[in-house]
């Protein structure tokens, strides 16, 4: 018989004092417990769990004396747990996962001593773990994990022989490894990741016997990984990555037959792969990325028939790609990038019919690309930068984008801007040579022209400068200077101290800023342009691109310039000096951070949105920025946003395709430049998607992102576990959450920067629906902040 939560209220559900099992889950049931409940003292199964029940838990409970089991998760409860839940002395089950319920666990929660699961994770709890938590010795099952609980491991589950499953990650614990923990018999899976755990694994671990997944990522554990790990044969899964382990990988590892993921990346792990890992025949991902690791790749691995996933880049690895990589038929994503790789790509890649991504940059391969390449249409993203490879390339997409291909040898094809069509590159290259000679000769002579001309017209305005008043206006003095010259370079150099790195107040993709005070009293910021491999061609097409594009808008959220000089050599931009620094920078300092308040932060997206909205609809013609990033929001003294960096801006021209060369920094750049370089608005707005989470997130919102395109990606019509994410819990922690009509403008952001973040490019608004959507009156909240998840600001049923 299923009631609704008001027919039993309005019954009195006190007066059912009979009862013995009361189960209402999964209804839609809302308000709060009522505390007459307390009455039903016969109740030995109360399940309320997958509702929509709110306020906090009434401390009548704890009159539930012969409660057996307390289902309270998946709904909305606050507060904290009431004290006299320690009067359920003989509770074996305590669901209380996905409420927000706070503060600290009650002392009295150490009297229940016969719990045989108890499930805290995905709360908001602080403090310390129930420190006696097994001291019945019963307890089998405990996930507290997605909380802030601090401090060390509870005492009591070091020798709780019946643990079976345990899930701590995702808090601030912290505490010796090494002596936090037993030996469990039954254990079978155990997560510790994102903690402050420190200290060496112990060989403990390869004596429990039942274990199938351990999991202790993002800690600081250091030392050596034991090679007692080989003897806990039922593990399938392993993960140690980002920590400090040191020594090499023990090759009774290879010992394992379940193992099907083992992640020991971004660690100081060296020597070779031993070959004993050829054994793991059901391994389907492996990650030993970002290590110390050398030697030639095993040809062992290749015994991998079932890997979906191998990544050893950042390694020392040398020799060529082994043929037998080429086998694993159901390879996904393979990156070797970065490390000392020579020879040929075997031709066998090319038949991994499967392969979506590969990345092979950054090492010392050769010769051309294998023709097998052409039919792997499964491959969307490849990149071979930073070889010495050549030749044609294959015609599929993946192989599009010029950035993925820079600095080889002699790549050609007929589809890629920047290289040369293969059916020319080697028919014309006579005519080129004599062509390159001539306009050499010619460019030289008027060069020498414009030269002698340049040099009497600065001698002409040298003397017109000695008439002027010292107290000239600083305006007119860097007109003047906007013609180049030397009396602007004297002065930035003496400002900057000879470009010293103690004057030097940030670095950016194009080059190092530098703060100078010059003779007048005025304190400005100068960019002093990267050199390039590639001569200077990249960065004065850099710097004659943001000299063009800000000598043509004027704005108060964009940096303004004052003059630019490419004057001996050395080319570089005087901006207005913006006094608090990149957007960037404060966020990732707590105690900066913490002077932006919710209506700064929301100022803060206003003034950017205000920036793009100029550039996109307002400027003839329109001008995309392209590295819209929280390193080129600048912010003045008042906390204004100022939008910077404009050397990789283009101006579009709207009748044209704008396709380009890739620009931009990664986290922020729009998804369909994986597999396009066209360039228009939407990939500005994207960017502004980013950094508005960023803003109000305090970090990179990355995680989030990926679990946005994931979602977006997948095939399944079910809401995904970002939408029962809670909008107050991936806000920036460090400041209070907002009230009233902040909340209501923080809420209205949100939404906008989910809608900025689309794949689709034409499902994305426009920076000038932006800029009037954030001038707009906001609507009340339908519902408490705290209770806001994302997936109603995404616009999903959830």
């Given at each position: 018989?299923?009631?609704?939560?008001?027919?039993?209220v309005?019954?009195?559900?006190?007066?059912?004092?009979?009862?013995?099992?009361?189960?209402?889950?999964?209804?839609?049931?809302?308000?709060?417990?009522p505390?007459?409940?307390?009455?039903?003292?016969?109740?030995?199964?109360?399940?309320?769990?997958?509702?929509?029940?709110?306020?906090?838990?009434?401390?009548?409970?704890?009159?539930?004396?012969?409660?057996?089991?307390?289902i309270?998760?998946?709904?909305?409860?606050?507060?904290?747990?009431?004290?006299?839940?320690?009067?359920?002395?003989?509770?074996?089950?305590?669901?209380?996962?996905?409420?927000?319920?706070s503060?600290?666990?009650?002392?009295?929660m150490?009297?229940?001593?016969?719990?045989?699961?108890?499930?805290?994770?995905?709360?908001?709890?602080?403090?310390?773990?129930?420190?006696?938590?097994?001291?019945?010795g019963?307890?089998?099952?405990f996930?507290?994990?997605?909380?802030?609980?601090?401090?060390?491991?509870p005492?009591?589950?070091?020798?709780?022989?019946?643990?079976?499953?345990?899930?701590l990650?995702?808090?601030?614990l912290?505490?010796?490894?090494?002596?936090?923990?037993?030996?469990?018999p039954?254990?079978?899976?155990?997560?510790?990741?994102?903690?402050?755990?420190?200290?060496e694994?112990?060989?403990?671990?390869?004596?429990?016997?039942?274990?199938?997944?351990?999991?202790?990522?993002?800690?600081?554990?250091?030392?050596?990984?034991p090679?007692?790990?080989?003897?806990?044969?039922?593990?399938?899964?392993?993960?140690?990555?980002?920590?400090?382990?040191?020594?090499?990988?023990?090759?009774?590892?290879?010992?394992?037959?379940?193992?099907?993921?083992l992640?020991?990346?971004?660690?100081?792990?060296?020597?070779?792969?031993?070959?004993?890992?050829?054994?793991?025949?059901?391994?389907?991902i492996?990650?030993?990325?970002?290590?110390?690791?050398?030697?030639?790749?095993?040809?062992?691995?290749?015994?991998?028939?079932?890997?979906?996933s191998?990544?050893?880049?950042?390694?020392?690895?040398?020799?060529?790609i082994?043929?037998?990589?080429?086998?694993?038929?159901?390879?996904?994503?393979?990156?070797?990038?970065?490390?000392?790789?020579?020879g040929?790509?075997p031709?066998?890649?090319?038949?991994?019919?499967?392969?979506?991504?590969?990345?092979?940059?950054?090492?010392?391969?050769?010769?051309?690309?294998?023709h097998?390449?052409?039919?792997?249409?499964?491959?969307?993203?490849?990149?071979?930068?930073?070889?010495?490879?050549?030749?044609?390339l294959?015609?599929?997409?993946?192989?599009?984008?010029?950035?993925?291909?820079?600095?080889?040898?002699?790549?050609?094809?007929?589809?890629?801007?920047?290289?040369?069509?293969?059916?020319?590159?080697?028919?014309?290259?006579?005519?080129?040579?004599?062509?390159?000679?001539?306009?050499?000769?010619?460019?030289?002579?008027?060069?020498?022209?414009?030269?002698?001309?340049?040099?009497?017209?600065?001698?002409?305005?040298?003397?017109?400068?000695?008439?002027?008043?010292?107290?000239?206006?600083v305006?007119?003095?860097?007109?003047?200077?906007?013609?180049?010259?030397?009396?602007?370079?004297?002065?930035?150099?003496?400002g900057?101290?000879?470009?010293s790195?103690?004057?030097?107040?940030?670095?950016?993709?194009?080059?190092?800023?530098?703060?100078?005070?010059?003779?007048?009293?005025?304190?400005?910021?100068?960019?002093?342009?990267h050199?390039?491999?590639?001569?200077?061609?990249?960065?004065l097409?850099?710097?004659?691109?943001?000299?063009?594009a800000l000598?043509?808008?004027?704005?108060?959220?964009?940096?303004k310039?004052?003059?630019?000089?490419?004057?001996?050599?050395?080319?570089?931009?005087?901006?207005e000096?913006?006094?608090?620094?990149?957007?960037?920078?404060?966020?990732?300092?707590?105690?900066?951070?913490?002077k932006?308040?919710?209506?700064?932060?929301?100022?803060i997206?206003?003034?950017?949105?205000?920036?793009?909205?100029?550039?996109?609809?307002?400027?003839?013609?329109?001008?995309?920025?392209?590295?819209?990033?929280?390193n080129?929001?600048?912010?003045?003294?008042?906390?204004?946003?100022?939008?910077?960096?404009?050397?990789?801006?283009?101006?579009?021209?709207?009748?044209?395709?704008?396709?380009?060369?890739?620009?931009?920094?990664?986290?922020?750049?729009?998804?369909?430049?994986?597999?396009?370089?066209?360039?228009?608005?939407?990939?500005?707005?994207?960017?502004?998607?980013?950094?508005?989470?960023?803003?109000?997130?305090?970090?990179?919102?990355?995680e989030?992102?990926?679990?946005?395109?994931?979602?977006?990606?997948?095939s399944?019509?079910?809401?995904?576990?970002?939408?029962?994410?809670?909008?107050?819990?991936?806000?920036?922690?460090?400041?209070?959450?907002?009230?009233?009509?902040?909340?209501?403008?923080?809420?209205?952001?949100?939404?906008?920067?989910?809608?900025?973040?689309?794949?689709?490019?034409?499902?994305?608004?426009?920076?000038?629906?932006?800029?009037?959507?954030?001038?707009t009156?906001?609507?009340?909240?339908?519902?408490?902040?705290?209770?806001?998840?994302?997936?109603?600001?995404?616009?999903?049923?959830?």
């Amino acid at each position: 018989m299923i009631l609704s939560w008001q027919l039993i209220v309005s019954l009195e559900i006190g007066w059912l004092t009979s009862l013995n099992d009361l189960d209402l889950a999964a209804n839609s049931l809302t308000g709060p417990i009522p505390p007459s409940i307390g009455n039903l003292r016969n109740l030995t199964s109360l399940h309320l769990h997958t509702n929509k029940l709110s306020g906090s838990i009434p401390q009548e409970i704890g009159w539930l004396r012969l409660l057996d089991d307390l289902i309270l998760s998946v709904n909305n409860l606050n507060g904290s747990i009431p004290a006299s839940i320690g009067n359920l002395s003989s509770l074996t089950f305590l669901f209380l996962n996905h409420n927000e319920l706070s503060g600290a666990i009650p002392l009295e929660m150490n009297n229940i001593t016969h719990l045989k699961s108890l499930q805290l994770f995905e709360n908001n709890f602080i403090g310390q773990l129930p420190q006696e938590i097994c001291l019945g010795g019963v307890l089998e099952n405990f996930t507290a994990f997605g909380n802030h609980f601090t401090g060390p491991i509870p005492k009591s589950l070091k020798n709780c022989t019946s643990l079976v499953r345990v899930r701590l990650e995702r808090n601030q614990l912290m505490g010796d490894i090494a002596e936090s923990f037993g030996v469990y018999p039954t254990l079978n899976y155990i997560d510790l990741s994102s903690n402050n755990f420190y200290g060496e694994l112990s060989e403990k671990w390869g004596q429990c016997h039942m274990l199938t997944s351990l999991s202790i990522s993002n800690n600081n554990i250091s030392g050596a990984i034991p090679p007692q790990l080989g003897k806990a044969i039922q593990l399938q899964q392993l993960d140690l990555s980002a920590n400090h382990l040191s020594g090499k990988i023990p090759k009774e590892l290879g010992m394992l037959p379940s193992l099907f993921i083992l992640l020991l990346g971004d660690n100081n792990l060296s020597s070779s792969i031993p070959l004993e890992l050829g054994n793991l025949f059901n391994l389907e991902i492996l990650n030993l990325a970002s290590n110390n690791l050398s030697g030639p790749i095993p040809r062992q691995l290749g015994n991998f028939w079932k890997l979906r996933s191998f990544n050893l880049s950042e390694n020392r690895f040398v020799d060529s790609i082994p043929d037998e990589i080429g086998k694993m038929h159901h390879l996904e994503s393979l990156d070797l990038s970065q490390n000392m790789l020579i020879g040929e790509v075997p031709p066998l890649l090319g038949e991994l019919q499967n392969l979506e991504t590969l990345n092979l940059s950054h090492n010392g391969l050769s010769g051309t690309i294998p023709h097998t390449f052409d039919d792997l249409i499964s491959l969307t993203v490849a990149d071979i930068s930073y070889n010495q490879l050549e030749g044609p390339l294959p015609n599929i997409k993946a192989f599009a984008s010029f950035e993925a291909l820079k600095n080889n040898k002699g790549l050609c094809g007929n589809n890629v801007t920047h290289l040369k069509p293969c059916s020319a590159s080697r028919k014309r290259a006579n005519k080129f040579s004599v062509l390159i000679i001539v306009l050499l000769i010619v460019s030289t002579l008027l060069f020498l022209f414009a030269f002698i001309i340049g040099i009497c017209f600065l001698f002409q305005k040298l003397r017109k400068r000695k008439t002027k008043s010292p107290e000239a206006d600083v305006e007119d003095l860097f007109a003047i200077w906007g013609h180049d010259g030397e009396l602007l370079y004297e002065h930035i150099i003496q400002g900057t101290d000879n470009f010293s790195s103690k004057q030097c107040i940030g670095t950016g993709g194009y080059g190092t800023v530098y703060k100078a005070e010059l003779p007048t009293g005025r304190v400005v910021a100068v960019k002093k342009l990267h050199s390039s491999q590639d001569g200077d061609m990249a960065d004065l097409k850099a710097f004659k691109s943001e000299i063009h594009a800000l000598t043509q808008i004027r704005h108060r959220n964009i940096v303004k310039l004052y003059g630019f000089s490419s004057f001996a050599e050395i080319s570089f931009l005087v901006y207005e000096f913006m006094e608090k620094g990149s957007l960037r920078n404060i966020l990732s300092n707590d105690e900066e951070a913490e002077k932006l308040d919710w209506n700064v932060r929301l100022n803060i997206v206003k003034g950017v949105a205000k920036a793009l909205s100029y550039m996109h609809h307002d400027c003839s013609p329109p001008i995309v920025h392209r590295d819209i990033s929280s390193n080129n929001v600048l912010l003045d003294s008042e906390y204004e946003a100022h939008v910077s960096d404009f050397g990789t801006a283009r101006l579009l021209k709207l009748d044209s395709s704008n396709w380009t060369s890739f620009a931009g920094t990664f986290g922020y750049t729009a998804p369909e430049l994986a597999y396009t370089m066209k360039v228009d608005n939407k990939t500005d707005v994207y960017s502004f998607g980013v950094v508005t989470l960023e803003v109000i997130m305090g970090k990179h919102p990355g995680e989030l992102i990926s679990s946005l395109l994931s979602s977006a990606s997948s095939s399944s019509s079910s809401p995904s576990t970002v939408d029962h994410r809670l909008l107050n819990d991936v806000m920036d922690q460090r400041l209070s959450p907002p009230v009233n009509q902040v909340a209501e403008e923080v809420v209205a952001v949100v939404k906008l920067a989910f809608a900025c973040l689309r794949v689709n490019p034409q499902s994305r608004p426009t920076m000038q629906q932006v800029g009037r959507a954030l001038s707009t009156q906001w609507p009340p909240l339908s519902k408490p902040f705290s209770m806001i998840t994302l997936g109603e600001l995404l616009g999903h049923d959830s």
